[in-house]
């Protein structure tokens, strides 16, 4: 049976990959800070293979209490979604305007977290898996021109790093790490004006996965489509 766990379930992107992965044949952790009713409702009609954690990922103690309940029901993860994540539409403002206050909170859960929930999953990514890190293009530090957004650039930037180091580990114990720009969505966290809706990365994400072994281990950082970045 095929396992994947997915942060940030409750709604947008990780939503739709939570209903991907069960239409797929998977069983499905969904962790998720608040669970939404969406989500209950998806776990009515599948409750065998739908699972929800309730998860703080800014959390160490809540990531590994919610790993102990994962672990009593697997000995494998096929596939891991690095998918929560916090943003704030009042962090669109200059340097003099910036609350730095609220950096390290965010830098917590984008960056850290992650590298919490794999920490945690660590027994049971088994060769063969693979961690997927949701980014973004505002961490690209090639192709930067913005003026704003100082906490969640440098969060997903440093995010980008964990992932880089943390692959150069796991690759070659047959883990492999890939971080995808999932490009402008229709969500409460990017807003009802972006371009792409949550459903069409989640299913270009699908492909992209099934062909996984077409593309290089070496290519880290691409977007929905596996297009190769270079962030």
């Avoid at 699972?51 to 009593?72: L, Q, R, Y």
């Avoid at 790093?161 to 966290?189: E, F, K, Q, S, Y």
């Amino acid at each position: 049976m095929n396992y994947a766990l997915v942060t940030g379930g409750g709604g947008g992107l990780g939503f739709e990959l939570v209903k991907e992965h069960l239409k797929a044949g998977f069983t499905v952790f969904a962790l998720e800070i608040n669970v939404s009713d969406q989500l209950k409702n998806l776990q009515e009609n599948a409750p065998e293979r739908l699972f929800i954690e309730p998860c703080d990922i800014g959390s160490t103690e809540s990531v590994e209490k919610a790993m102990e309940d994962v672990k009593a029901h697997t000995d494998h993860l096929d596939r891991l979604f690095n998918n929560a994540g916090i943003h704030r539409f009042e962090d669109w403002v200059e340097l003099d305007q910036t609350d730095l206050d609220f950096v390290p909170h965010m830098y917590n859960v984008n960056a850290v977290g992650p590298l919490r929930v794999v920490k945690a999953a660590l027994p049971l990514l088994k060769p063969g898996a693979v961690i997927v890190n949701t980014s973004s293009e505002a961490a690209s530090l090639t192709d930067q021109t913005a003026t704003i957004n100082y906490a969640y650039a440098m969060s997903k930037a440093g995010m980008n790093m964990g992932a880089r180091i943390m692959d150069n580990w796991l690759r070659p114990r047959g883990v492999r790490t890939i971080m995808i720009h999932p490009g402008r969505m229709r969500t409460a966290m990017k807003g009802a004006h972006s371009n792409i809706a949550p459903w069409e990365t989640s299913g270009a994400l699908m492909t992209l996965l099934d062909r996984l072994e077409d593309i290089p281990p070496d290519m880290l950082f691409m977007d929905y489509k596996g297009v190769p970045l270079n962030w």
